[in-house]
């Protein structure tokens, strides 16, 4: 392992590989990633694989243009072979006028930033969801330029182009500690040897916290546990994700494969530790709120089931940019959306560490900055769960 970087990467996900890229694609020669397991042993080798627009404020709006775009390009781009992406949407069902309302709105916004969204009727909602059960629902937004890809790929595809420009990645290494001298980061430690630095950027997702602590830096991110199930194969029919943000607060996506992949965020989550193990209380509660949207789930068996975190802050937003503790110290940590919002952290943390202007307007990436929380300027998006 190299004893010296201009910058060292902590953490081989989504966000930390594509940062590394990022870096070396604004010239810098000498990066260092350093992964406590292997690539992606995290949130990113264990989410639901979607992409999205459909959000509701300016600055998530910004994130899913510059991650979209990248995406689009991303093979060509690294010479990777095939990241699955495919553009299947997501349909957001209203249940009654105020989530109408709401819905409408966004697509107003998100077509303000080139997105192909729309407002469906229940008719609409199910010519593309054939399966969901329009009843209880008076509408719906649909996008055709999001949908769903393989997070694995994209992490490998991103960590191969970084090594070819020069980066390198050392799996198997924790980040045990830092050196700060006078407020200033001056190397990083890890039992495999320590690495001399001036830069480090906290690319550790969930356990971004953590890493934060080690350097004497306060980061407001909680891991929370989610967890995620598959069912066994049927026919394929593509087929928007069903998220159902405003009654039951699940997401229901079939696969390529014809497993139906579900989850839902328990506001009886746990959080504040790491914690892999799925409980069958889940299977029930999931159960419960799937079969009344999609009837025929009820019949399927659901054979793997896995827990994995998000890194959520108080905004469920993202953090990039220094910190007013240490001197050299970034981060890049996506919170709830980082297989999504991948591209654009790495894009952006790469140009905070190094200096450069943002490739977002200013408002929007002071938005994206630590010292919103101190000042109490927390932006809340009403298309997220
Ligand atoms: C069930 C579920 C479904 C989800 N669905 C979606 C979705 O559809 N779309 C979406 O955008 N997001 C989704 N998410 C959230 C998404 O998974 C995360 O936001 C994202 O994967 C985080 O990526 P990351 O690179 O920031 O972190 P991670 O992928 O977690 O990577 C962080 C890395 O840091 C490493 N690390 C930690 N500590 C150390 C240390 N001391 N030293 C060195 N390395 C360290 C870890 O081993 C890890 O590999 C989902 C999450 C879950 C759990």
Redesign the pocket.
């Known amino acids: 392992m190299r004893k010296t970087a201009d910058v060292v990467v902590?953490?081989?996900?989504?966000?930390?590989t594509s940062t590394a890229y990022h870096l070396t694609k604004l010239g810098v020669k000498n990066v260092v990633l350093?992964?406590?397991?292997y690539?992606?042993?995290?949130?990113?080798?264990?989410?639901?694989?979607?992409?999205r627009q459909q959000f509701a404020t300016e600055s998530n709006l910004w994130l899913a243009k510059l991650s979209s775009e990248e995406y689009y390009r991303l093979e060509e781009e690294t010479g990777c072979e095939d990241i699955e992406l495919s553009k299947c949407g997501y349909l957001l069902p209203a249940y009654n006028k105020e989530n109408e309302e709401q819905l409408k709105s966004n697509v107003a916004i998100q077509k303000e930033f080139g997105f192909d969204s729309y407002y469906l009727d229940p008719k609409g909602c199910k010519e593309v969801s054939p399966y969901l059960n329009t009843d209880e629902i008076i509408g719906g937004s649909y996008n055709t330029g999001e949908g769903c890809l393989n997070?694995m790929k994209v992490a490998l595809a991103y960590k191969a182009a970084a090594m070819r420009n020069g980066a390198e990645f050392n799996n198997y290494?924790?980040?045990?500690g830092f050196d700060v001298q006078g407020g200033k980061i001056k190397g990083v430690k890890t039992p495999n040897g320590d690495i001399a630095t001036d830069c480090v950027i906290n690319?550790?997702?969930?356990?971004g916290k953590?890493?934060g602590r080690m350097a004497g830096v306060s980061i407001p991110l909680e891991p929370e546990k989610?967890?995620?199930v598959v069912t066994e194969p049927v026919e394929y029919i593509k087929a928007p994700m069903i998220y159902s943000l405003y009654k039951y607060f699940t997401y229901i996506i079939q696969v390529k494969h014809g497993g139906f992949l579900m989850?839902w965020s328990d506001a009886d989550v746990k959080a504040g530790i790491i914690d892999f193990e799925p409980e069958w209380k889940f299977l029930e509660n999931l159960a419960k709120r799937i079969v009344p949207q999609v009837p025929a789930l009820g019949n399927l068996n659901v054979i793997r089931h896995w827990?994995?975190?998000?890194?959520n802050l108080p905004d469920h937003g993202i953090l990039v940019g220094g910190v007013p503790e240490v001197e050299g110290f970034y981060m890049a940590?996506?919170?709830?959306?980082?297989?999504?919002?991948?591209p654009a952290l790495g894009t952006l943390a790469a140009e905070a560490a190094l200096g450069e202007k943002p490739s977002v307007p200013e408002d929007i990436f002071q938005t994206y900055l630590i010292d919103r929380f101190a000042k109490g300027e927390l932006i809340f998006d009403k298309a997220l769960l």
């Not at 290494?173 to 045990?176: K, L, N, Q, R």
Request: charged share 5%; with cysteine.
């Open positions: 902590v953490g081989g996900g989504i966000a930390g350093v992964e406590q397991q690539t992606p042993f995290g949130g990113s080798g264990r989410c639901a694989a979607m992409y997070p290494t924790p980040v045990t690319a550790a997702g969930e356990w953590f890493i989610h967890q995620i989850g827990a994995g975190q998000y890194g940590l996506g919170a709830t959306k980082a297989t999504m919002f991948g």
